[in-house]
């Protein structure tokens, strides 16, 4: 297929209810969103997981934006190719900006399976029909109230709760969860809030019988953690640290994580998420789709990456009416009882609604073929 254009939308979306990690609280969802058309007049769609200021990871809505405009959809645009694959080959000399890399691959990866009239899932090797999952909630004022939160989403029946977690509201909050759900899955996540120094206070987290403690050291480290991994009985997931195949090579074999969170902008796309997925599989180190309070096209695309049969633990994909007062697709993502049914149409298998991707748009951008340049408006 051939690839003819790249349409860059810059979207601004609110989210219903403000979220707070250990770094501040994030309500207004500027994101970008990518429509990759073929030479048929066939979409595929993707989306950009960069949020607008940097501070979970280096990239972000406006640096996504410059290399998607100025380095990525030039070495793309009239190329003909025959499998998503060839995508990461063709960015593979640019260095890092995975989430600007996977935003445009995951089109690519729509496209393609629109084409070869498969689902995205079946493009990937996905297995399953229904994916199981779990929620994951900000930083809670007080154990109260984390408390109450938890109670709504474990009524909602969802298989998993995620706490976020800071200095000063961790052990406290999640002793007063686990004791008002003794036999609820839990897991915490401290987007890189503590070091080494903490480990006492860490350990302490091991009398709670957690699935996991995702992050709790440098968003940069697998050396730490390792150690970290040795003095505590709760497996560590990796988040922040993992952006590739190889990041992953090494935090298994120095024993840095039991567990990896797979978010496939953080990874630079599906074709290295599923490098990811095979080789844990093959070294029994579970995985879990992560995610980052996407609208429902990045959402479809972790629906379809978590029916791979490695995707053992349930992951952050809620349903879209935790985020969004009205989704972009049709139908939205829906979670019923902790479960997702994956769609069975063609490609992401939710239409992109494009009343509502309008209502959205601020601003967009074309890179095509047979022009040079871009035109914007
Ligand atoms: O509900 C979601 O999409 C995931 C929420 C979440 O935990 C998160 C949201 C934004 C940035 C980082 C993270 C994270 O997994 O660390
Ligand atoms: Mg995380």
């Known amino acids: 297929m051939k690839i003819q254009e790249i349409r860059m939308r810059h979207m601004e979306m609110r989210m219903k209810n403000p979220f707070t990690t250990s770094f501040g609280t994030m309500q207004d969802k500027p994101f970008l969103l990518i429509e990759v058309k073929d030479e048929e007049g066939n979409s595929?769609?993707?989306?950009?997981?960069?949020?607008?200021?940097?501070?979970?990871?280096?990239?972000?809505?406006?640096?996504?934006?410059?290399?998607?405009?100025?380095?990525?959809?030039?070495?793309?645009?009239?190329?003909?190719?025959s499998h998503p694959d060839e995508v990461s080959e063709i960015f593979g000399g640019i260095r890092r900006n995975n989430m600007a890399k996977s935003a445009i691959e995951g089109a690519v990866w729509d496209l393609y399976a629109k084409r070869n009239k498969m689902t995205l899932a079946e493009a990937l090797g996905g297995t399953k029909d229904k994916i199981d999952v779990g929620i994951s909630i900000g930083v809670q004022d007080s154990a109260e109230d984390m408390v109450e939160t938890v109670r709504g989403f474990v009524g909602e029946g969802y298989k998993r709760i995620k706490m976020k977690i800071?200095?000063?509201a961790d052990i406290s909050i999640v002793r007063a969860v686990r004791e008002a759900f003794p036999d609820v899955p839990l897991m915490a996540d401290a987007n890189s809030a503590y070091t080494l120094d903490d480990t006492d206070l860490l350990k302490q987290l091991d009398e709670f019988n957690l699935t996991m403690i995702e992050q709790p050291?440098?968003?940069?480290?697998?050396?730490?953690?390792?150690?970290?991994?040795?003095?505590?009985?709760?497996?560590?997931?990796?988040?922040?640290?993992?952006?590739?195949?190889?990041?992953?090579?090494?935090?298994?074999?120095?024993?840095?994580?039991?567990?990896?969170n797979v978010k496939i902008g953080r990874v630079g796309g599906l074709t290295e998420s599923k490098k990811i997925h095979d080789y844990c599989m093959e070294k029994g180190i579970p995985l879990w789709c992560g995610g980052m309070l996407e609208s429902g096209i990045g959402r479809a695309h972790n629906v379809a990456l978590t029916t791979l049969p490695n995707f053992i633990l349930p992951g952050d994909t809620a349903g879209s009416s935790r985020y969004w007062e009205e989704d972009i697709i049709e139908p939205e993502v829906v979670a019923v009882d902790g479960e997702i049914t994956v769609p069975t149409g063609y490609g992401i298998g939710y239409e992109p609604d494009i009343a509502k991707i309008e209502k959205y748009t601020v601003d967009q951008e074309v890179f095509a073929a047979e022009t040079s340049g871009s035109s914007r408006g």
């Open 166 to 168: 800071k200095p000063g």
């Open 217 to 260: 050291l440098a968003h940069d480290d697998i050396i730490d953690h390792a150690e970290l991994q040795k003095a505590i009985e709760t497996p560590v997931c990796l988040d922040e640290s993992i952006h590739s195949l190889e990041d992953v090579k090494k935090a298994v074999e120095l024993g840095s994580c039991r567990i990896i």
């Open 44 to 81: 595929g769609w993707g989306e950009s997981v960069a949020f607008q200021h940097p501070w979970y990871a280096e990239e972000t809505v406006g640096t996504n934006a410059h290399m998607i405009r100025d380095i990525l959809s030039p070495l793309l645009v009239g190329k003909e190719i």
